[in-house]
């Protein structure tokens, strides 16, 4: 990925370390979005229906091309009926019921 500064210098740590704390936070709520809904049986048309969002911004949200705001996160997870920190927990959708109960409240 491609990362861009207003300033021309070299990026500290601290702003190295975020940017990829943000690229692994939108690949894993891009896979879980994605695993959910393949889960629900539904399209990102009917998705992006449930969530009151645009299909284009699921398909976005799902390749992890877009930062999603808090907002949005609550409405796709409304959505697909779900908690919306669920959607922050590595590989959520491919959790079993009691293992996603422990990785919630270990």
Excluded: W
Aim: proline letters at 3%; one cysteine or more; a positive charge.
């Amino acid at each position: 990925m491609r990362y861009e500064l207003y300033v021309d210098r070299t990026p500290s740590i601290l702003e190295v370390c975020i940017m990829k704390l943000n690229d692994v936070v939108k690949r894993r709520v891009a896979h879980n979005v994605r695993g959910f809904r393949e889960l629900m049986g539904v399209s990102q048309e009917k998705l992006a229906e449930y969530a009151d969002l645009h299909r284009t911004y699921i398909g976005f949200v799902e390749r992890g091309e877009r930062n999603i705001t808090l907002y949005n996160l609550f409405k796709i997870a409304k959505g697909l009926k779900i908690k919306p920190h669920v959607l922050l927990i590595e590989d959520a959708y491919k959790l079993s019921a009691e293992e996603l109960k422990k990785a919630l409240f270990p």
